[in-house]
């Protein structure tokens, strides 16, 4: 197929086309559709038919052959023409018959077909550049088989051998530390008996996560006993532990 150059709109509104680039009636029509971005299942046939009709008047410079193709679908194009001006019948459905729609799918088989012969020319452009023409790829060697040989006396030896295999190492089970919370109850209750008031991060800083999490509980519980208040300016702040008495004590004196 020979690359087909855009139609140059002439000032009546014409379009100016070499007929002998395109490949034949239908590739025209469809680059006067597609050219105008017109929705192929809702042709204009009216303005398609007298561009089409406008493209084709140099016919005669194609020979007898070509020009009876072109001339052909422009007949076609005017019989749709006088057919939609006319009354349709409805089909079995209910649905009035559209004289377009045989149109409608020469169409898009030609575009189908174009665009897989485009495809197709990409793939031999592509293949051309990196083979020469006849190219042909070497054949493989067949792929030599191997048969198993085995006795009976063999089969036997490796069914023996399979309760000789090595045991997997048994599975190792780690007991967790228990951490009572009542010893960091009165891990608490020790330290603040001693000072007013305590970081939970000097609590807790000599020992892993599973201390700090009982510490934390612990402190809840106190808490809970209305023994302990808990006190953190902000968010992810330090936590202070306070002696509840000491903390009333001072609302109190505020109050007053």
């Known amino acids: 197929m020979v690359e087909v150059d855009r139609p140059v709109a002439s000032a009546d509104g014409a379009f100016v086309v070499e007929l002998d680039r395109f490949?034949?009636?239908?590739d025209l029509l469809l680059h006067l559709i597609r050219e105008q971005d017109i929705d192929i299942f809702d042709i204009p046939i009216g303005d398609i038919t007298e561009q089409f009709l406008r493209a084709v008047r140099a016919v005669e410079q194609l020979g007898l052959d070509r020009a009876g193709e072109f001339l052909e679908m422009a007949a076609t194009l005017v019989r749709i023409k006088a057919q939609m001006l006319l009354p349709r019948r409805a089909g079995a459905e209910g649905e009035l018959e559209d004289p377009r729609a045989e149109l409608v799918r020469r169409l898009l088989e030609y575009e189908h077909f174009r665009e897989a012969s485009l495809r197709l020319a990409e793939a031999e452009a592509d293949r051309a550049r990196h083979f020469s023409r006849g190219h042909v790829p070497p054949r493989t060697g067949p792929q030599v088989v191997t048969e198993l040989e085995l006795t009976w006396d063999e089969l036997f030896?490796?069914?023996l051998r399979l309760n000789e295999r090595?045991?997997?190492p048994e599975d190792h089970v780690?007991?967790?530390?228990?951490v009572p919370i009542e010893e960091k109850i009165g891990l608490i209750v020790q330290t603040?008996?001693?000072i007013t008031r305590v970081e939970f991060s000097r609590l807790v800083r000599p020992y892993d996560k599973l201390h700090g999490v009982v510490t934390f509980m612990a402190g809840l519980e106190l808490a809970k006993r209305r023994q302990v208040a808990m006190r953190q300016s902000e968010p992810f702040a330090e936590i202070w532990l306070l002696r509840r008495k000491d903390v009333e004590t001072d609302a109190s004196d505020a109050d007053n």
């Open 174 to 178: 780690v007991l967790v530390r228990a």
């Open 166 to 168: 090595p045991q997997g």
């Open 157 to 159: 030896a490796g069914a």
């Open 23 to 26: 490949s034949g009636p239908l």
């Open 192 to 194: 603040l008996a001693r």
